[in-house]
């Protein structure tokens, strides 16, 4: 069975910083690339950052370059989102995924996906 547990989400005031962290279990984690995306109420679901299965390249939404970080520890099975200088319109449920293939190209935000975690909510306060 396959399972993906993303922690690390909570409360932050805006300018803080916060690390998600996705445990991956029941699949061979570094057989695939891995990502974040995230949702708020009334919008539609969209891409955060992708990270090839070997760390070998990252790509992120213009609003996440800069501020945030991808990467992935194979040995322990676990993706992580360094989020720095947070706003408040970064809140939102965030979800971790893996994708079908090793790489991320092309279009790593709508590449199709095998397996989503459950969510881990960020709120930013002003």
């Known amino acids: 069975q396959v399972q993906l547990v993303e922690s690390g989400g909570g409360l932050v005031q805006a300018g803080g910083s916060l690390r998600l962290s996705c445990k991956v279990s029941?699949?061979?984690?570094?057989?695939?690339?891995a990502g974040w995306f995230r949702q708020s109420p009334g919008k539609e679901r969209e891409g955060v950052s992708c990270?090839?299965?070997?760390?070998?390249?990252?790509y992120y939404a213009d609003f996440a370059k800069g501020r945030f970080t991808i990467s992935r520890d194979n040995a322990k099975n676990t993706l992580y989102l360094q989020m720095d200088s947070l706003k408040p319109e970064d809140t939102a449920m965030y979800y971790c995924?893996?994708?079908?293939?090793?790489?991320?190209?092309?279009?790593?935000?709508?590449?199709?996906?095998?397996?989503w975690g459950q969510g881990t909510q960020v709120t930013v306060s002003s």
């Open positions: 029941g699949l061979t984690f570094d057989d695939y690339a």
């Open positions: 990270v090839t299965k070997s760390s070998a390249s990252t």
């Open positions: 995924a893996t994708y079908v293939e090793g790489y991320c190209l092309p279009s790593w935000d709508t590449r199709q996906k095998n397996y």
